[in-house]
């Protein structure tokens, strides 16, 4: 007889089991003799949430582990390294902190996993935690490189007059495309130096010390007000002559440059940026940045960083 198409049957009600289960969405694991977890790695995670002393087996009925033996006096001596604590716990636990930092250092890491839980992890460890929590919750920067040229059109799309130009290598290793550079210089830039700043520009670079390596190049002009103005920038695999080159074509076909005449340019000694200023803006006036000139003057010795006369040295020096 099926049960369900007879009305007024009632079904026996199922015993209400006494073994206690664990609860994987808790905060904080509370061992009990005798409780029962559906999987191993259930166990572990509890296990590495509140390290003790603990022996279980497999229950042959169900399948599940269960606490046989357990002892919650611990009488070890306490340590600051723990061998459940991997790069895996790490992620799970920082989870928050890091994604809210993705830049975060890793000694910041270290110190906040000695601050919550009193354990000292790695360097490799912290990297690897790091590493899982960026790919998992911000994304794969490698599957955002592929979307690169899309997003350059969406840039000129949504900003028109905007100049953004991607340049790829699709010959040094067959069947890949490889970034090589990324130029951006908004419309707005463009009208702002043009109509509003004096006619200087500032070129410098720096390392990029995140997930994609490479250096950025950037053009900085001053306006009306004696304030930094950006113009434009560009990422770059290696700084050399060539990718100065690439740089400064696009920045003087955006702003109408020519040949330089009535225009300043300051730098600081660029890593083949002279030659390519003197090759593709050869009438413009180029200045030297003092702060770096005096921080060269500092590293080779020529003028004591100490004292109140440091002008006057300087100034001795440059004569």
Not at 51 to 56: D, F, H, L, Q, W
Not at 93 to 106: A, N, V
Not at 146 to 169: E, F, Q
Not at 272 to 283: I, K, N, R
């Given at each position: 007889?099926?049960?369900?198409?007879?009305?007024?049957?009632d079904?026996?009600?199922?015993?209400?089991?006494?073994?206690?289960?664990?609860?994987?969405?808790?905060v904080?694991?509370?061992?009990?003799?005798?409780m029962?977890f559906?999987?191993?790695?259930?166990?572990?995670?509890?296990?590495?949430?509140?390290?003790?002393?603990?022996?279980?087996?497999?229950d042959?009925?169900?399948?599940?582990f269960?606490?046989?033996?357990?002892y919650?006096?611990?009488?070890?001596?306490?340590?600051?390294?723990?061998?459940?604590?991997?790069?895996?716990?790490?992620a799970?636990?920082?989870?928050?902190?890091?994604?809210?930092?993705p830049?975060i250092?890793?000694?910041k890491?270290?110190e906040?996993?000695?601050?919550?839980?009193g354990?000292?992890?790695?360097?490799?460890?912290?990297?690897?935690?790091?590493?899982?929590?960026?790919?998992?919750?911000l994304?794969?920067?490698?599957?955002?490189?592929s979307?690169l040229?899309?997003?350059a059109?969406?840039i000129?799309h949504t900003n028109?007059?905007?100049s953004?130009w991607?340049?790829?290598?699709r010959?040094?290793?067959?069947g890949?495309?490889?970034?090589?550079?990324f130029?951006?210089?908004?419309?707005?830039?463009?009208?702002?130096?043009l109509?509003?700043?004096?006619k200087?520009?500032?070129?410098?670079?720096?390392?990029?010390?995140?997930?994609?390596?490479?250096?950025?190049?950037?053009?900085v002009?001053?306006?009306?007000?004696?304030?930094?103005?950006?113009?434009?920038?560009?990422?770059?695999?290696?700084?050399?002559k060539?990718?100065?080159?690439?740089?400064?074509?696009?920045?003087?076909?955006?702003?109408?440059?020519?040949?330089?005449?009535?225009?300043?340019v300051?730098s600081?000694l660029?890593?083949?940026l002279?030659?390519?200023?003197?090759?593709?803006?050869?009438?413009?006036?180029?200045?030297?940045?003092?702060?770096?000139?005096?921080?060269n003057?500092?590293?080779?010795?020529?003028?004591?960083?100490?004292?109140?006369?440091?002008?006057?040295?300087?100034?001795?020096?440059l004569?």
């Amino acid at each position: 007889m099926n049960l369900e198409f007879v009305k007024g049957v009632d079904l026996p009600r199922r015993k209400k089991s006494k073994k206690v289960k664990f609860d994987p969405d808790c905060v904080v694991a509370i061992f009990e003799l005798g409780m029962v977890f559906e999987s191993a790695e259930n166990f572990r995670k509890a296990d590495a949430d509140y390290s003790c002393e603990y022996k279980t087996s497999i229950d042959k009925d169900s399948g599940c582990f269960v606490v046989k033996n357990y002892y919650p006096v611990h009488v070890c001596p306490q340590s600051i390294k723990n061998k459940l604590c991997t790069y895996k716990f790490v992620a799970e636990k920082l989870k928050d902190e890091i994604t809210c930092q993705p830049y975060i250092r890793l000694w910041k890491i270290q110190e906040l996993v000695r601050k919550k839980f009193g354990l000292y992890v790695g360097r490799t460890v912290c990297h690897r935690a790091k590493k899982r929590i960026i790919k998992e919750f911000l994304g794969d920067w490698k599957m955002e490189f592929s979307r690169l040229c899309d997003y350059a059109d969406m840039i000129k799309h949504t900003n028109p007059g905007t100049s953004c130009w991607v340049r790829t290598d699709r010959e040094s290793q067959p069947g890949k495309t490889l970034f090589v550079y990324f130029y951006v210089c908004f419309d707005a830039l463009k009208r702002g130096w043009l109509e509003g700043c004096i006619k200087i520009i500032g070129f410098d670079g720096c390392f990029l010390k995140g997930s994609c390596k490479g250096e950025l190049l950037v053009a900085v002009g001053r306006n009306g007000n004696q304030q930094m103005f950006p113009i434009a920038w560009v990422v770059v695999d290696t700084e050399t002559k060539h990718s100065w080159s690439f740089f400064l074509k696009y920045l003087i076909e955006g702003l109408n440059l020519g040949t330089g005449h009535g225009l300043t340019v300051m730098s600081d000694l660029q890593k083949g940026l002279v030659p390519a200023l003197y090759e593709l803006l050869p009438d413009s006036e180029q200045r030297r940045c003092a702060r770096h000139i005096w921080y060269n003057c500092i590293n080779y010795g020529v003028v004591k960083k100490e004292g109140n006369s440091s002008g006057d040295e300087l100034s001795q020096v440059l004569k």
